[in-house]
């Protein structure tokens, strides 16, 4: 046993961040591969959803700003479900479990604690999304002519959906309460994305939603748009929209159910 | 250690305050905590020493947990002044946190993680052993000494109440802390378990661990506890040592006569002050602080009045008596 004056110098050094994040993650993953409800919604789901909106959007949706459509309805329904419904999920069950409670009862800091659970989770969809990348190329669908911003959008937008389903969960008392504090999400983002392609006057507004500002990047990253000071802007919008939620969260975040 | 002005009983242990820093492992002065308009803890000193076994006794929403969860930096004191281990343990986490032990009242597992998963997990979030025992040294023993070790590869939805208990205490107690909290360890136990739970805890606290409790079995503070508080209300009511807090409770002689007898007789003998017999009652209950004295008066009156006592009944003061003492008053 050691002396209570113990300064921190004498401490034991701990886990890195890193490590404890890896730890949490791993442990994550592992149970989502262990569960098949949670394995079919997280995995098998978005995938299934890839393929048909390919079947249904391919032959209409052709041209560099098809594409970017095509790609951002593949890319917004993949992540909302992959990312966005199922850290919602996870967090409202892992609090409800008060596995929460366990881990911050220990060494490792809140932050550690979000981004372990929500790694696994953007991790898993990114690897589907390369994968859906692979299938769209093979089936013949135009590569973007700017990767890099096409890259960031994904990014950004999955950074986006997982700072969302953080807050979502703080409104989310359990699992099966996701299936309806989703849904309004779900309407704002696919809403806001087909919002940018009317010629309604409130062009400036609809760019400012994470909707807009994804479908500005997918088609710069097409090449149906200019890379210009729009873009840059664009990405802002999705930062913003990655940071300010995870703010509220943050703050107004519950470790154990009521 | 002080209260509301409306406590019935608190004793000072004295000097606590004037001790050097470092002995001292927990110290809270004035602490309030609010859940909205709610205080559940309504301005308390504490101050528990190094390598103390201190217990926290309360009724249901006296303010234990909270007080715990506040000590443990769960949440923040609405106000006054925490120290645990020389820091703030809300604000300096960091620091204090891998000195700790904490097994919370109510914390959950991920029920789809084996027992050794589970125990592999903490110890990866969680400072090296102080010993450099390795992880499944760690684990090891720590499942063989809660008869565990037959569980390590179930999942842990698959283990009972009890069994998810002890491995609670096992995450709390694996790393050798210098202060653990124990919230209730032994809620749902059966008696063999019970019995490994407190081998467990005596044997870190012999070693130096400072263990605070909080149990609803009074047996179990009167055991193990050096020294120990009762909460009520959000206030301490009564704290000490336990020859401390019964050395100032009443023994008790209790008895009955017949209707004929004038009780009231009784207020002659110098019996307790606070003795104040019911007329034309049968039914008569003396406080003493002074069993083996007032008794025999009791007896000699009785005697000299030929007075047979039907049931009667001399029982020395108990920290149950001391708790139903606290938890009636208003």
Redesign the interface.
């Given at each position: 046993?050691?002396?209570?004056?113990?300064t921190?110098s004498d401490?034991?050094?701990?886990?890195s961040s890193a490590?404890?994040i890896l730890?949490?993650a791993l442990?994550e993953l592992?149970?989502i591969f262990?569960?098949k409800t949670v394995l079919t919604g997280a995995v098998l789901m978005p995938v299934a959803m890839a393929v048909y909106m390919y079947y249904v959007g391919a032959d209409q949706m052709t041209g560099p700003s098809g594409v970017a459509v095509l790609v951002g309805l593949t890319l917004m329904v993949v992540a909302l479900l992959g990312v966005y419904l199922t850290a919602t999920t996870t967090l409202a069950t892992?609090r409800q479990?008060?596995?929460l409670?366990?881990?911050?009862?220990?060494?490792?800091?809140d932050t550690v604690i979000w981004l372990g659970m929500l790694t696994p989770i953007v991790a898993l969809v990114a690897a589907q999304l390369a994968l859906v990348g692979v299938g769209f190329a093979v089936a013949g669908v135009e590569a973007p002519t700017r990767p890099l911003v096409v890259l960031g959008a994904v990014f950004g937008f999955l950074a986006l959906c997982a700072t969302a389903g953080m807050l979502t969960s703080v409104f989310t008392p359990s699992a099966a309460a996701a299936q309806i504090t989703t849904l309004p999400f779900f309407f704002v983002v696919i809403g806001t994305f087909f919002w940018t392609a009317f010629d309604d006057g409130f062009e400036m507004l609809s760019r400012l939603t994470p909707g807009g500002a994804l479908q500005n990047l997918l088609m710069a990253g097409w090449g149906a748009g200019t890379l210009d000071a729009s873009v840059a802007g664009a990405a802002v919008v999705i930062l913003a929209w990655i940071v300010l939620p995870y703010l509220v969260a943050a703050r107004r975040f519950r470790?154990e159910k009521r | 250690m002080t209260s509301s002005p409306s406590t019935p009983t608190t004793l000072h242990p004295a000097g606590r305050s004037d001790e050097p820093a470092d002995t001292i492992a927990v110290a809270a002065r004035d602490l309030r905590c609010s859940y909205g308009s709610y205080e559940a803890v309504r301005g308390i000193d504490l101050t528990i020493r190094n390598g103390e076994f201190f217990a926290l006794l309360g009724t249901n929403g006296a303010g234990k947990t909270t007080t715990m969860e506040t000590l443990e930096g769960h949440r923040a004191a609405t106000s006054g002044t925490v120290s645990v281990l020389g820091g703030n343990p809300y604000r300096d986490k960091s620091s204090i946190r891998p000195r700790l032990g904490i097994m919370l009242q109510e914390a959950g597992f991920a029920d789809d993680l084996t027992v050794a998963e589970t125990c592999r997990l903490w110890l990866r979030l969680s400072s090296p052993d102080p010993r450099s025992r390795s992880r499944e040294d760690v684990i090891g023993t720590g499942l063989e000494t809660l008869d565990l070790a037959g569980k390590a590869s179930t999942r842990v939805k698959m283990l009972s109440g009890g069994q998810r208990r002890r491995l609670d205490l096992l995450l709390a107690t694996a790393n050798e802390p210098d202060l653990l909290f124990l919230d209730e360890p032994t809620t749902g136990l059966d008696p063999e378990s019970r019995e490994r739970t407190w081998d467990l805890v005596r044997g870190l606290n012999d070693a130096g661990t400072t263990v605070v409790l909080t149990t609803h079995y009074l047996e179990e503070a009167e055991a193990y506890a050096d020294r120990l508080a009762i909460m009520h209300d959000g206030v301490i009511a009564v704290e000490g040592t336990l020859p401390d807090v019964l050395g100032r409770e009443p023994s008790a002689i209790s008895f009955e006569v017949d209707a004929a007898v004038d009780v009231l007789q009784l207020t002659r003998l110098g019996l307790s002050p606070d003795f104040t017999p019911t007329p034309a009652s049968t039914r008569v209950a003396v406080p003493s602080l002074d069993l083996q004295q007032d008794l025999w008066k009791v007896l000699s009156w009785a005697d000299e009045h030929r007075i047979r006592l039907d049931r009667l009944s001399a029982s020395e003061a108990s920290l149950a008596a001391v708790f139903r003492r606290v938890s009636l008053a208003a």
């Amino acid at each position: 046993m050691t002396t209570l004056t113990k300064t921190p110098s004498d401490a034991l050094h701990g886990p890195s961040s890193a490590s404890r994040i890896l730890a949490i993650a791993l442990m994550e993953l592992r149970i989502i591969f262990r569960n098949k409800t949670v394995l079919t919604g997280a995995v098998l789901m978005p995938v299934a959803m890839a393929v048909y909106m390919y079947y249904v959007g391919a032959d209409q949706m052709t041209g560099p700003s098809g594409v970017a459509v095509l790609v951002g309805l593949t890319l917004m329904v993949v992540a909302l479900l992959g990312v966005y419904l199922t850290a919602t999920t996870t967090l409202a069950t892992r609090r409800q479990e008060l596995f929460l409670k366990r881990l911050r009862s220990g060494e490792s800091s809140d932050t550690v604690i979000w981004l372990g659970m929500l790694t696994p989770i953007v991790a898993l969809v990114a690897a589907q999304l390369a994968l859906v990348g692979v299938g769209f190329a093979v089936a013949g669908v135009e590569a973007p002519t700017r990767p890099l911003v096409v890259l960031g959008a994904v990014f950004g937008f999955l950074a986006l959906c997982a700072t969302a389903g953080m807050l979502t969960s703080v409104f989310t008392p359990s699992a099966a309460a996701a299936q309806i504090t989703t849904l309004p999400f779900f309407f704002v983002v696919i809403g806001t994305f087909f919002w940018t392609a009317f010629d309604d006057g409130f062009e400036m507004l609809s760019r400012l939603t994470p909707g807009g500002a994804l479908q500005n990047l997918l088609m710069a990253g097409w090449g149906a748009g200019t890379l210009d000071a729009s873009v840059a802007g664009a990405a802002v919008v999705i930062l913003a929209w990655i940071v300010l939620p995870y703010l509220v969260a943050a703050r107004r975040f519950r470790w154990e159910k009521r | 250690m002080t209260s509301s002005p409306s406590t019935p009983t608190t004793l000072h242990p004295a000097g606590r305050s004037d001790e050097p820093a470092d002995t001292i492992a927990v110290a809270a002065r004035d602490l309030r905590c609010s859940y909205g308009s709610y205080e559940a803890v309504r301005g308390i000193d504490l101050t528990i020493r190094n390598g103390e076994f201190f217990a926290l006794l309360g009724t249901n929403g006296a303010g234990k947990t909270t007080t715990m969860e506040t000590l443990e930096g769960h949440r923040a004191a609405t106000s006054g002044t925490v120290s645990v281990l020389g820091g703030n343990p809300y604000r300096d986490k960091s620091s204090i946190r891998p000195r700790l032990g904490i097994m919370l009242q109510e914390a959950g597992f991920a029920d789809d993680l084996t027992v050794a998963e589970t125990c592999r997990l903490w110890l990866r979030l969680s400072s090296p052993d102080p010993r450099s025992r390795s992880r499944e040294d760690v684990i090891g023993t720590g499942l063989e000494t809660l008869d565990l070790a037959g569980k390590a590869s179930t999942r842990v939805k698959m283990l009972s109440g009890g069994q998810r208990r002890r491995l609670d205490l096992l995450l709390a107690t694996a790393n050798e802390p210098d202060l653990l909290f124990l919230d209730e360890p032994t809620t749902g136990l059966d008696p063999e378990s019970r019995e490994r739970t407190w081998d467990l805890v005596r044997g870190l606290n012999d070693a130096g661990t400072t263990v605070v409790l909080t149990t609803h079995y009074l047996e179990e503070a009167e055991a193990y506890a050096d020294r120990l508080a009762i909460m009520h209300d959000g206030v301490i009511a009564v704290e000490g040592t336990l020859p401390d807090v019964l050395g100032r409770e009443p023994s008790a002689i209790s008895f009955e006569v017949d209707a004929a007898v004038d009780v009231l007789q009784l207020t002659r003998l110098g019996l307790s002050p606070d003795f104040t017999p019911t007329p034309a009652s049968t039914r008569v209950a003396v406080p003493s602080l002074d069993l083996q004295q007032d008794l025999w008066k009791v007896l000699s009156w009785a005697d000299e009045h030929r007075i047979r006592l039907d049931r009667l009944s001399a029982s020395e003061a108990s920290l149950a008596a001391v708790f139903r003492r606290v938890s009636l008053a208003a």
